[in-house]
């Protein structure tokens, strides 16, 4: 899949006039070969008539020569040099604008120009998706689980090689650093983006990731990767709804193998094995819902699903609920449910 990279605006333009300098070039020297050549013909006597006459037996001519076909005849001396000139320079410098044109049409550069506007066009209609700033380990890992939900993903990258790996996994890429400015983020469509994961190794990065989308996009729910415990404070302040510190989960997850081994061999089958998924269904998307008890719902019914927890607006849990529990359209269901569950499938 191909991949948009951002480069500062003075390489592009640099880029931008190089092609336009080849493509002058190239024309100028068919243009001017070709009318230096009419002139000379006209020069040397071999017409005779209107100048317009021949202007055009001119052209007849060069064409006939700088194309090989050669159909001349009746040539005096001083117009067979002239052709001989002609044909040895002409014909070179012909060749040497048609293969720089074709080149520049069908060449690398044309071809880059034409992923880019194509990559432009799909991030241009991109909306619910979620962009991820860095596909390191743990954003990489990040991007894949979002893949088995359906959620559209979106990666900024600026090593190339690390660029082109998240392309070669199948998923929309932007070569660019995340923290030059708004311009990535703007790229991305961070305005019309549901959700960003700042997954960067440096805090400061991700403190500045947090506060240019919280800028772009107020609404947004912003994910942040910390390295420090002290650094969650300053994300959280910069804008990030929750702060991941990868050295805290993983201290959380050993102290668990130890005290509920068994708890954590069933979370692990389940991310594993990929049958089943945990998810959050917000009922704002499912007014059909609203007014309805649990039991009421499809969820076990024909999904094989489990309500694990129902989350109202003020964010308390309700962790196995009855049965006869009414739901509010403000409340969000915890499921856990097989992996080709349809969050926009009807609820009732």
């Known amino acids: ?99 720089t044109m074709q080149g520049l049409i069908h060449g690398k550069d044309m071809y880059r120009q034409w992923e880019q506007r194509k990559m432009k066009q799909k991030l241009d209609a991109m909306k619910n998706h979620v962009v991820i700033c860095g596909y390191g380990h743990v954003g990489r890992r990040t991007a894949e689980e979002l893949r088995k939900t359906n959620v559209q993903v979106v990666i900024i990258e600026n090593n190339t090689h690390t660029a082109q790996t998240a392309s070669d996994d199948g998923f929309l890429v932007i070569e660019a650093d995340a923290t030059d400015g708004d311009l990535p983020l703007h790229q991305a469509q961070i305005t019309s983006a549901t959700g960003i994961i700042a997954a960067l190794s440096e805090d400061s990065k991700n403190v500045f990731i947090c506060m240019v989308a919280r800028e772009l996009n ?103 609920p009855p049965s006869d529990r009414t739901l509010t359209k403000e409340d969000s269901l915890l499921l856990l449910v097989p992996s080709d569950f349809n969050q926009s499938a009807t609820l009732v």
């Not at 230096?36 to 064409?63: P, V």
């Not at 990929?274 to 819902?289: C, F, Q, R, T, Y």
Request: negative net charge.
């Open 218 to 320: 107020s609404k947004i729910r912003i994910i942040a990767r910390g390295e420090h415990e002290s650094s969650k404070q300053w994300l959280e302040r910069a804008g990030a709804n929750d702060v991941v510190i990868p050295g805290e989960s993983a201290a959380n997850l050993l102290a668990s193998l130890l005290t509920s081994p068994h708890l954590h061999e069933f979370f692990s089958q389940i991310a594993l094995r990929g049958e089943h998924m945990m998810v959050e269904v917000s009922l704002n998307d499912h007014p059909e819902a609203e007014g309805k008890m649990l039991e009421e719902l499809l969820i076990h019914k024909q999904h094989n699903g489990v309500v694990m927890s129902v989350r109202s607006l003020n964010g308390e849990h309700f962790f196995n």
């Open 1 to 99: 899949m191909p991949r948009l990279t951002l480069q500062p605006e003075r390489i592009v333009k640099s880029e931008h006039h190089r092609l336009q300098r080849q493509m002058i070039t190239s024309a100028v020297i068919l243009i001017g070969v070709t009318i230096i050549s009419t002139i000379g013909f006209i020069l040397t006597g071999r017409y005779e008539g209107t100048m317009s006459y021949q202007i055009i037996e001119g052209l007849w001519d060069t064409l006939n020569l700088v194309s090989t076909v050669g159909n001349l005849d009746e040539l005096t001396t001083g117009q067979k040099i002239w052709g001989m000139a002609v044909i040895t320079v002409g014909l070179g410098a012909v060749l040497y604008g048609f293969s």
